[in-house]
């Protein structure tokens, strides 16, 4: 990217699909956190010139880079229909992780990404966590529900934005 771009930072970035969409909206990546060691790899071949980190409880260090958005998809299978929907009791359920770098870096904007069970989940109370926590830090939250068919993929895959 070239300077003057707007810089994010990826928590949990899996493979990079979140970070690819950014890049290709005009935004620099400056790190990732993923702890997979074969999506690491794959963040390795795909931005060589990208900082990652691998665990997310042991970030962010003292020098890394300020971003202007701080984006990622926390783990869903505590939220997911697919799985036994413990929500919060799930010790999977990592939100609270990713709301300690927000309020560490305090970056202009955040983006989350998860399953639509995130709404329903706990009686709605997972999600109801998310927006207050986000309120509670200085955000002003808004939130969807987009299927991958609507950006053009043959297929649903809804998300919660």
Not at 51 to 66: H, L, S
Not at 74 to 86: D, I, L, M, N, T
Not at 94 to 115: Q, Y
Request: hydrophobic share 45%; aromatic share 10%; charged share 25%.
């Amino acid at each position: 990217m070239g300077d003057g771009a707007p810089t994010f930072g990826s928590l949990f970035a899996g493979i990079g699909g979140i970070d690819r969409g950014l890049e290709a909206a005009g935004w620099a990546c400056r790190w990732q956190v993923e702890i997979d060691p074969f999506a690491q790899r794959v963040l390795a071949a795909t931005w060589p010139q990208v900082r990652r980190y691998a665990d997310v409880c042991a970030f962010p260090e003292p020098d890394t880079e300020r971003v202007d958005l701080i984006c990622g998809g926390f783990p869903c299978q505590p939220v997911s229909h697919a799985g036994k929907r413990r929500g919060r009791a799930d010790a999977r359920w990592l939100w609270p992780e990713f709301l300690r770098v927000v309020r560490l870096l305090r970056p202009g904007f955040v983006l989350v990404e998860n399953v639509p069970g995130l709404l329903s989940v706990n009686e709605g109370d997972a999600m109801g966590e998310v927006l207050g926590d986000l309120a509670a830090s200085g955000y002003d939250a808004e939130w969807d529900c987009l299927p991958a068919a609507a950006l053009g993929a043959p297929h649903l895959r809804d998300r919660v934005w």
